[in-house]
């Protein structure tokens, strides 16, 4: 079993930032694939930015003004947002352990956080 945690959600005025952190505790592994994906309120959960082996995936949408990464002595897979938008506004979830090649579908990850709340005020 794998348990996370997402903190660091919070209000902030458009233009601004924010650091999303998710700890990770269990049976991880410093090789699993970890992303984070959004759901705003009506919508469906949306891919954000994933790592794996090393290497980063983004959404267009964020690209560019997201920045995700790893850190293995820590366990803990941060998510720099900056220059938000109103529409960013959403409940930040992290997720690990794929179980489909397709990291961008939230049905191809095993495990999932709580979700923390990003609200971005005009």
């Known amino acids: 079993q794998v348990q996370l945690v997402e903190s660091g959600g919070g209000l902030v005025q458009a233009g601004g930032s924010l650091r999303l952190s998710c700890v990770a505790s269990g049976r991880t592994y410093s090789s699993s694939a970890m992303g984070w994906f959004r759901q705003a309120p009506g919508k469906e959960r949306e891919f954000v930015a994933s790592w794996s082996g090393g290497r980063t995936y983004y959404a267009e949408a964020v690209k560019g003004r997201f920045t995700i990464s790893r850190d293995n002595v820590k366990n803990t897979v941060p998510l720099q947002m900056n220059s938000l938008k109103v529409e960013d506004t959403a409940v930040y979830y992290c997720?690990?352990?794929?179980?489909?090649?397709?990291?961008?579908?939230?049905?191809?990850?095993?495990?999932w956080g709580q979700g923390t709340q990003v609200t971005v005020s005009s």
């Open positions: 997720a690990t352990v794929l179980v489909k090649a397709t990291m961008g579908l939230s049905g191809s990850w095993k495990y």
